[in-house]
């Protein structure tokens, strides 16, 4: 089997992985604040995404292996070896210099990164400007799965590709197609079914505040999402700046948590803390390396648009759990899927020139992961335009990780 098979296979299941792992922590989530009668939002949101301080270890185990290429502290004008400028790595896997020595080599990259104008501190910048939206659309996203089902919460946030391309409309001038104005209709027509059939016609009334919550959090998204294609560029270390996220996290948001839920922090037990810390690895640090190397292995469009299997995928989960599923939960999630698939499609590169004349690139993969190219949950931003699978947590990238 050829090895462009094999790594395109790979990537499937890299991505069926993601799925699978978007929807597992869904349904943790809602087994914490049902099951374990923990209904704390707030507290899992901070734990949870405290855990992307994670990604700062891993981004200096990977410039101790030398397995990625280097960038400096600051932007500089000039460049060299000799220029006495400290260097970091960035997950991303340095262009191979056959024959020459590695000092050259670190040499180039860090020279190379210079050159496109990024840097260890504007991605640090970049995540703290980002984590107090971040931080309101998981806390929102999280609301709402506690008020709804799996499935309702997993269609609705899958529209923020929808806000996305909106927020990418009117702020970074995408152009919109007849294609995409039919996806956007598509998505529009699945919420109506969601929030008025499924809620209010269906009975389910109880689940609309919670499906409420989960809009705002897809909107909130798409405001994050906005924003990193703002503030990065293809060179920038997306482990710094969701390393960055996760400091913030835990210093500037843990005064605010313990203040607002203190009482909820401290009668915290040790199975809850073990589960919040289990999701938050997996969900966060976890799901968005095997993103990554999804999209790396096959397409961004592609994984983007085989993550819409989290949508089946939560119907099962419903159905485990025995949570009722109406005949307008089967309607919301079609049509979500088709607008979702066309826009997803309709933006995918080369289909509509222009793009996005943002005033700068979006940044690029993370990792050992540039090649390929989104809640966010969480999401590489050099597609977040384009591969937002979900409202929040992840990603991107994703967009729907906690």
Same mark, same amino acid.
């Given at each position: 089997?050829?090895?462009?098979?094999?790594?395109?296979?790979?990537?499937?299941?890299?991505?069926?992985?993601?799925?699978?792992?978007?929807?597992?922590?869904?349904?943790?989530?809602?087994?914490?604040?049902?099951?374990?009668?923990?209904?704390?939002?707030?507290?899992?949101?901070?734990?949870?995404?405290?855990?992307?301080?994670?990604?700062?270890?891993?981004?200096?185990?990977?410039?101790?292996?030398?397995?990625?290429?280097?960038?400096?502290?600051?932007?500089?004008?000039?460049?060299?070896?000799?220029?006495?400028?400290?260097?970091?790595?960035?997950?991303?896997?340095?262009?191979?210099?056959?024959?020459?020595?590695?000092?050259?080599?670190?040499?180039?990259?860090?020279?190379?990164?210079?050159?496109?104008?990024?840097?260890?501190?504007?991605?640090?910048?970049?995540?703290?400007?980002?984590?107090?939206?971040?931080?309101?659309?998981?806390?929102?996203?999280?609301?709402?799965?506690?008020?709804?089902?799996?499935?309702?919460?997993?269609?609705?946030?899958?529209?923020?590709?929808?806000?996305?391309?909106?927020?990418?409309? *009117?702020? +970074?001038?995408?152009?919109? $197609?007849?294609?995409? #104005?039919?996806?956007? =209709?598509?998505?529009? %027509?699945?919420? @109506?079914?969601?929030?008025?059939?499924?809620?209010?016609?269906?009975?389910?009334?109880?689940?609309?505040?919670?499906?409420?919550?989960?809009?705002?959090?897809?909107?909130?998204?798409?405001?994050?999402?906005?924003?990193? *294609?703002? +503030?990065?560029?293809?060179? $920038?270390?997306?482990? #710094?700046?969701?390393? =960055?996220?996760?400091? %913030?996290?835990? @210093?500037?948001?843990?005064?605010?948590?313990?203040?607002?839920?203190?009482?909820?922090?401290?009668?915290?037990?040790?199975?809850?803390?073990?589960?919040?810390?289990?999701?938050?690895?997996?969900?966060?640090?976890?799901?968005?390396?095997?993103?990554?190397?999804?999209?790396?292995?096959?397409?961004?469009?592609? =994984?983007?648009?085989?993550?819409?299997?989290?949508?089946?995928?939560?119907?099962?989960?419903?159905?485990?759990?025995?949570?009722?599923?109406?005949?307008?939960?089967?309607?919301?999630?079609?049509?979500?899927?088709?607008?979702?698939?066309?826009?997803?499609?309709?933006?995918?590169?080369?289909?509509?020139?222009?793009?996005?004349?943002?005033?700068?690139? =979006?940044?690029?993969?993370?990792?050992?992961?540039?090649?390929?190219?989104?809640?966010?949950?969480?999401?590489?931003?050099?597609?977040?335009?384009?591969?937002?699978?979900?409202?929040?947590?992840?990603?991107?990238?994703?967009?729907?990780?906690?």
């Amino acid at each position: 089997m050829a090895r462009r098979t094999v790594l395109w296979l790979t990537g499937v299941a890299c991505i069926c992985l993601v799925a699978v792992i978007w929807t597992l922590a869904t349904v943790l989530k809602q087994v914490v604040f049902s099951d374990l009668h923990y209904d704390e939002p707030l507290v899992l949101t901070w734990v949870c995404n405290g855990c992307y301080v994670l990604q700062l270890p891993l981004f200096l185990a990977g410039r101790a292996l030398g397995l990625v290429k280097s960038i400096p502290w600051r932007r500089r004008q000039h460049h060299g070896p000799e220029g006495g400028e400290d260097l970091l790595n960035c997950w991303e896997s340095p262009s191979p210099s056959h024959g020459a020595p590695s000092e050259a080599r670190g040499a180039d990259a860090g020279a190379s990164a210079a050159e496109a104008g990024t840097s260890v501190a504007e991605a640090v910048i970049a995540g703290l400007a980002i984590a107090p939206v971040w931080f309101a659309s998981q806390w929102t996203y999280s609301a709402g799965v506690a008020r709804t089902s799996v499935t309702s919460s997993t269609v609705i946030s899958t529209t923020s590709v929808v806000w996305t391309l909106l927020a990418s409309w *009117m702020f +970074l001038g995408e152009k919109l $197609t007849p294609v995409k #104005l039919l996806g956007i =209709a598509a998505c529009m %027509a699945g919420n @109506v079914a969601t929030l008025w059939g499924n809620d209010i016609e269906s009975g389910q009334r109880d689940h609309f505040s919670g499906d409420v919550l989960c809009l705002v959090a897809a909107m909130l998204y798409a405001t994050y999402t906005t924003m990193l *294609m703002v +503030l990065t560029t293809e060179d $920038t270390c997306i482990n #710094l700046v969701f390393g =960055a996220v996760g400091v %913030a996290m835990l @210093v500037f948001a843990s005064p605010v948590v313990l203040l607002l839920r203190g009482d909820a922090v401290r009668t915290m037990s040790s199975e809850i803390f073990g589960l919040l810390i289990f999701n938050g690895v997996f969900d966060n640090v976890l799901s968005q390396y095997a993103w990554a190397k999804g999209v790396q292995w096959t397409s961004p469009t592609s =994984a983007t648009v085989g993550l819409s299997l989290t949508i089946p995928l939560s119907m099962v989960a419903d159905v485990v759990r025995r949570k009722p599923l109406t005949v307008w939960s089967f309607v919301a999630a079609a049509l979500v899927v088709l607008g979702f698939v066309l826009v997803t499609l309709s933006s995918s590169p080369g289909r509509d020139g222009d793009g996005v004349k943002a005033r700068r690139p =979006a940044a690029a993969m993370p990792a050992d992961q540039a090649d390929g190219g989104s809640l966010s949950e969480p999401l590489s931003p050099s597609d977040a335009r384009r591969c937002i699978p979900r409202a929040t947590r992840r990603p991107l990238p994703s967009p729907h990780s906690e």
